[in-house]
């Protein structure tokens, strides 16, 4: 038993470090992006820079889940079940909200959008676990 709780602390270490390296790859080419005067494939690179660093973090992610006893398992799918609706509903709304008004594009691209999804899935984590734990 604990082994398994070892190993569990050292995957989660490896998602945290895999997720921060993403962060700051991404904020990274976000910085450079604004950066007027580069080359469009220059531009390019910058933009593809986060992909690496996330494929990283979703491998070692799905490969912490793989760790965890039947209850985390339970609680991360849970919190999936909820983030996935709730993102449909905001992006479809959002969707219908753009024919009605004008939205503003530097506070409603996918540049900000996209950012809800963790915070989604956030939110069904912390309602599983209060729910299982």
Do not use: C
């Amino acid at each position: 038993m604990k082994q398994s709780i070892a190993n569990i602390g050292w995957q989660d270490s490896k998602v945290l470090i895999a997720a921060f390296v993403w962060m700051m790859t991404f904020f990274v080419a976000l910085f450079g992006l604004r950066q007027t005067e580069w080359a469009v494939g220059v531009k390019v690179l910058l933009a593809l820079l986060p992909i690496v660093p996330f494929a990283f973090f979703l491998w070692h992610f799905v490969n912490s889940l793989g760790n965890m006893d039947e209850l985390e398992r339970k609680i991360h799918l849970e919190a999936l079940v909820i983030a996935f609706p709730l993102m449909m509903l905001f992006l479809m709304t959002l969707g219908l909200m753009e024919l009605a008004i004008d939205l503003n594009p530097d506070d409603w691209s996918y540049r900000q959008v996209w950012a809800f999804s963790p915070l989604f899935y956030f939110i069904g984590l912390v309602w599983a676990r209060r729910r299982y734990l």
